[in-house]
């Protein structure tokens, strides 16, 4: 499956990302573009921040030239 959730280590590695490098920068970014899939929403709400994992896709943005 293409779309699978971050298995209990990637839980564990992203859950530490939180407090280094990684979330630090995120935390400061004014936009934040991530994949839909559901790992990668997963992985940067966990380095946001956020206690609570939201897959909602919220906003869909496309840049028309």
């Known amino acids: 499956n293409p779309d699978n959730a971050l298995t209990d280590e990637g839980l564990k590695q992203a859950a530490r990302g939180r407090e280094d490098l990684a979330g630090t920068t995120l935390r400061q970014a004014q936009l934040i573009v991530t994949s839909p899939l559901t790992r990668a929403m997963q992985t940067t ?5 956020s206690l609570k994992v939201n897959n909602e896709k919220t906003h869909t943005w496309r840049i028309i030239p």
């Open 45 to 49: 709400s966990l380095l946001m921040g």
